[in-house]
């Protein structure tokens, strides 16, 4: 258990460094990168900002998935993974059309955060 608990804890400084850095690169130069894109896509700056934004929160958490999946909490992770797509359903049908893709982004943070939280 305390290599378990080493390995986790590096994980989770070493991600929250990387995440980081690459979440303030990309924060900086949306403006930028959207420019690359379509024109019926640049207004897409906060999907791509609230996505990114659950990403970071996700390598914010560490490997705890791989930690959960191969212990013999395994059926708890499973259990988890199943409230994360009903959580996901659920928020998408009511966030998509009152925001659309914002909601949309916006759903898929909120579940992330929620499922990185049980995970914890």
Aim: glycine letters at 4%.
């Amino acid at each position: 258990m305390q290599l378990v608990k080493k390995v986790y804890n590096r994980s989770v400084e070493v991600l929250i460094l990387i995440g980081g850095f690459l979440f303030v690169l990309l924060y900086a130069n949306v403006a930028e990168a959207i420019t690359f894109l379509p024109t019926k896509y640049h207004e897409a700056k906060w999907v791509i900002l609230i996505i990114s934004f659950s990403a970071l929160i996700n390598m914010a958490t560490g490997v705890n998935t791989s930690i959960i999946y191969y212990s013999s909490k395994y059926v708890i992770g499973t259990y988890l993974l199943f409230a994360m797509i009903a959580v996901s359903v659920i928020l998408n049908i009511i966030l998509i059309p009152t925001y659309g893709i914002e909601g949309s982004a916006a759903a898929t943070a909120i579940e992330m955060i929620l499922y990185n939280i049980a995970k914890f």
